[in-house]
């Protein structure tokens, strides 16, 4: 059973920067490609950024490319995303996601229901 625990969400400015984590337990980080996704109130969840296992090949949404950045350290089993240039828009719960068999590129363009692995998700909030 693999554990996804968020954090790293809170309240920022318009403008500003945020870093959030997550941290694996349960299997080998190292053997699953992960992601992240967000839910705004009243949307559908979204995908927003995934990474490869071996963190080679990396994938954006096209409203966060150019302003965040996914990235994983295997000998710690967590992702990160850098968020930067953030505003109202960003606002959402942030997921991460993780799956034993599909890639970081199927990620991208599959519905979110189909991935195996989930956090509790981290609150992140932009306001000027």
């Known amino acids: 059973q693999v554990k996804l625990i968020e954090s790293g969400g809170g309240h920022v400015e318009t403008g500003g920067s945020l870093r959030l984590s997550c941290a694996a337990s349960?299997?080998?980080?190292?053997?699953?490609?992960v992601g992240w996704f967000r839910q705004a109130p009243g949307k559908e969840r979204e995908f927003v950024a995934s990474?490869?296992?071996?963190?080679?090949?990396?994938f954006y949404a096209d409203s966060v490319k150019g302003r965040f950045t996914i990235s994983r350290d295997n000998a710690k089993s967590t992702m990160y995303l850098k968020m930067n240039a953030l505003d109202a828009e960003d606002t959402a719960i942030y997921y991460c996601?993780?799956?034993?068999?599909?890639?970081?590129?199927?990620?991208?363009?599959?519905?979110?229901?189909?991935?195996?692995?989930w956090g509790q998700g981290t609150q992140v909030t932009v306001s000027s």
């Open positions: 990474i490869s296992y071996s963190g080679a090949a990396t």
């Open positions: 349960g299997r080998t980080f190292s053997s699953f490609a």
């Open positions: 996601a993780g799956d034993p068999v599909l890639s970081a590129q199927a990620m991208s363009m599959m519905n979110y229901s189909e991935f195996d692995y």
